[in-house]
């Protein structure tokens, strides 16, 4: 049976970090129900290093995972007890947060070397960042970095004409068989994919009975079922029930994030970015911010 759009939700640009300019394609805790386990997107970037370059800070994170999918550009990472790497163009990174982690991310240009020894830079930094919640009994689990470069993210030609980046998740390619995305170890299973679709196609792909979906419309326009249209910048959210997703397109190519996952249902208590499930949790971990007893364990750290 096809899922079919119950909500198609307008995102807001905003500034976060130091002053990085983005949109919030959605991230409000009056929210987080419909899009469990999904808690907030944004798409970041621009040509104009003045939007990205002050980045974002040192920060806390606690009982989440932060997903960072990249297109163009860079995004400078380390955290409180060393681990630091670069994210480059279609690499991800999956951190698991857990019990805490204390870092920075910084978004650069692309720096590049011509055939006759000069350097120029490309401005252009253009990416997203999923957040992804725990289920209680994770959320002070030790955490970890899954770093995934391009070259281990499988790209699929779709039979539409069109292809799809699997980060997490499977996807069933005719002739071929089923393709599974790097990411695959997660205590809420998610299905995360970067599709493009040519004009006058179609796109199915299945997703249990019971999971949210949700796509976020990053170019051109598409229809989610006979009533919706999606368009650039809009975040569609489908019915739990049904375990097919299925994506037209018309006149016009597109380009879309497709996320889902099976809900947690259990309470939200959410200040910035630490997500847990009572205030009282969240007020321990502000407390244990002040008196420096908040990074519970050193990261793990798992290259692709």
């Known amino acids: ?27 409000d805790p009056r929210i987080a129900e419909i899009t469990d386990p999904f808690l907030l997107l944004d798409h970041f ?13 040192w920060h806390p994170h606690r009982g989440i995972e932060t997903v960072t999918y990249l297109l163009n550009g860079e995004v400078h990472h ?25 870092h920075e991310e910084m978004p650069k240009p692309i720096r590049k070397v011509t055939l006759d020894g000069n350097e120029i830079y490309d401005t252009e930094v253009n990416g997203f960042q999923l957040w992804v919640n725990l289920p209680s009994k994770y959320k002070m689990r030790v955490p970890k970095y899954r770093n995934v470069l391009r070259k281990h993210i499988p790209v699929v030609e779709l039979e539409s004409g069109g292809r799809a980046v699997i980060i ?3 996807i069933r390619v005719s002739g071929y068989g089923i393709v599974e995305g790097p990411v695959n170890d997660l205590t809420t299973p998610i299905h995360y994919l970067d599709v493009q679709l040519p004009e006058e196609s179609t796109f199915n792909y299945e997703v249990n009975d019971g999971y949210t979906a ?20 809009e975040l569609v959210v489908l019915t739990r029930d049904g375990d097919e997703v299925i994506v037209k397109t018309g006149e016009k190519p597109a380009r879309f994030l497709l996320m889902a996952g099976r809900p ?15 205030w009282d949790e969240i007020r321990r971990a502000f407390d244990e911010l002040r008196r ?3 990074i519970k364990a050193r990261p793990e750290v798992q290259d692709y």
């Open 214 to 233: 949700l796509i976020y419309m990053v170019d051109g326009e598409a229809s989610l079922d006979q009533w919706h249209v999606a368009k650039r910048g």
């Open 1 to 27: 049976m096809r899922k079919t759009a119950i909500h198609i939700i307008r995102g807001n640009w905003t500034r976060d970090g130091a002053g990085v300019k983005l949109y919030r394609v959605f991230g």
């Open 168 to 170: 997490a998740g499977r």
């Open 78 to 102: 380390r955290d409180s007890t060393g681990n630091e790497g670069i994210i480059g163009p279609g690499d991800a990174q999956w951190m698991t947060a857990g019990s805490g982690i204390f």
């Open 264 to 278: 947690i249902g259990e309470p939200i208590a959410w200040y910035g970015p630490i997500v847990m499930n009572t």
């Open 292 to 294: 420096g007893t908040f």
């Open 45 to 57: 970037g621009s040509r104009d290093p003045n939007d990205y370059m002050m980045g974002f800070p």
